[in-house]
């Protein structure tokens, strides 16, 4: 049967890295290791280290993430742009090295994010894969923990934060983001 073929894992071309290698060679920083897999390229422990997805349905999740350009955020994105207000999308943090604001409003210091419900533990739907379960829940507590030290470092720089859930309804997403930009911009 083709099913059983990869039940639980992938073909390695659709996860290049994953499970990779398990230590970093000699002569490379702990930080990074050589991908054998496929790419042979240098590339994140975090990303070598993940295991593989452990069903089609881990597995879609896994190969759906994407750091900018979900579809909600498009749909947010769209809806503001038609009220007129413009924005950067994935703009970096000062002093957070690899973070970014999904949607910032420089001027009016308001960063936007548009968190996946998976990814980022949203109370509603929060599930966990039951396989991997420790290497999971230390994940996800990761993300939630990188997720508040983000909003801190944003507030303590004079920034609001308005976090959103893919499972938000767009345009009652973007009534808000609206909402809190044209309070900052009639503000003396
Ligand atoms: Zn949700």
């Not at 990814?119 to 990761?142: G, I, V």
């Amino acid at each position: 049967m083709s099913v059983s073929v990869y039940a639980g894992r992938r073909p390695p071309e659709r996860v290049p890295h994953r499970g990779a290698v398990q230590r970093a060679p000699r002569g490379r920083s702990s930080r990074t290791i050589l991908c054998v897999r496929r790419c042979r390229r240098d590339i994140p422990f975090s990303v070598a280290s993940m295991p593989f997805p452990s069903s089609a349905g881990v597995s879609a999740r896994m190969s759906k993430q994407r750091r900018r350009d979900t579809a909600p955020e498009i749909s947010v994105r769209k809806l503001l742009h038609a009220r007129g207000l413009r924005y950067r999308v994935a703009w970096p943090i000062p002093g957070m090295k690899r973070r970014t604001v999904d949607i910032a409003f420089t001027r009016a210091k308001i960063a936007v994010f548009i968190d996946g419900c998976f990814w980022h533990s949203c109370p509603e739907h929060a599930t966990r894969p039951a396989a991997n379960d420790t290497w999971w829940s230390e994940k996800l507590a990761k993300n939630t923990a990188r997720d508040l030290a983000t909003n801190e470092h944003l507030n303590r720089q004079g920034w609001r934060v308005i976090r959103i859930w893919e499972h938000e309804d767009p345009s009652e997403a973007a009534d808000r983001i609206v909402d809190e930009v044209m309070r900052v911009r009639a503000r003396p």
